[in-house]
């Protein structure tokens, strides 16, 4: 019954974030997020904290999301599972977007969305990026392939090591 409810408010949260209801997505998705933790379920954990870091991202809260992504990433490497470490790779791009750092952004992107382990909905985000990309044809061109040649697991290692993904 609890993993159903779970399974249901934080549905609640994406439907408000596809609305643009972004603070009511917060609440429904932080929710969830603390019921999994209740029950002691890291899987689950690390995806629904890439989805509090993009809903967070949306408010504007540019100091909070980091956080959420850096949880989630330490969890992937704990299990070993490399997937909700590219949906953060995905959300960190973005942040890096907003924060006017569109190479990084762009190499972000492109290791995202040239992964094989990314889902399609990651995909999608890390097209929608690229596609809205401030940069120069050549230099984004330039940065989505050495994305291509970007290691998931070394980019990640790294940001936990440094521990802050807000310079």
């Not at 002691?40 to 949306?58: H, T, Y």
């Not at 070993?80 to 890096?96: C, K, Q, S, Y």
């Not at 290791?111 to 990309?133: I, Y």
């Amino acid at each position: 019954e609890q993993p159903c409810k779970i399974l249901f408010i934080t549905h609640l949260g994406f439907v408000a974030a596809e609305r643009g209801q972004f603070e009511e997505a917060r609440q429904k998705i932080a929710t969830g997020l603390h019921l999994i933790q209740e029950m002691q379920e890291p899987w689950l954990e690390s995806l629904i904290l890439v989805d509090l870091g993009r809903a967070e991202l949306e408010l504007g809260h540019e100091a909070v999301a980091p956080g959420y992504f850096l949880q989630s990433l330490n969890i992937s490497k704990t299990l070993r599972w490399l997937m909700p470490a590219l949906a953060a790779l995905g959300g960190i791009a973005e942040l890096r977007q907003r924060q006017g750092k569109h190479e990084t952004a762009a190499e972000l992107a492109s290791l995202v969305l040239h992964h094989s382990a990314t889902e399609h909905v990651h995909k999608e985000h890390a097209q929608t990026l690229l596609a809205s990309s401030n940069l120069a044809k050549a230099k984004l061109t330039a940065a989505i392939e050495r994305g291509k040649k970007l290691s998931a697991e070394r980019v990640r290692d790294e940001l936990l090591h440094h521990q802050t993904i807000t310079t």
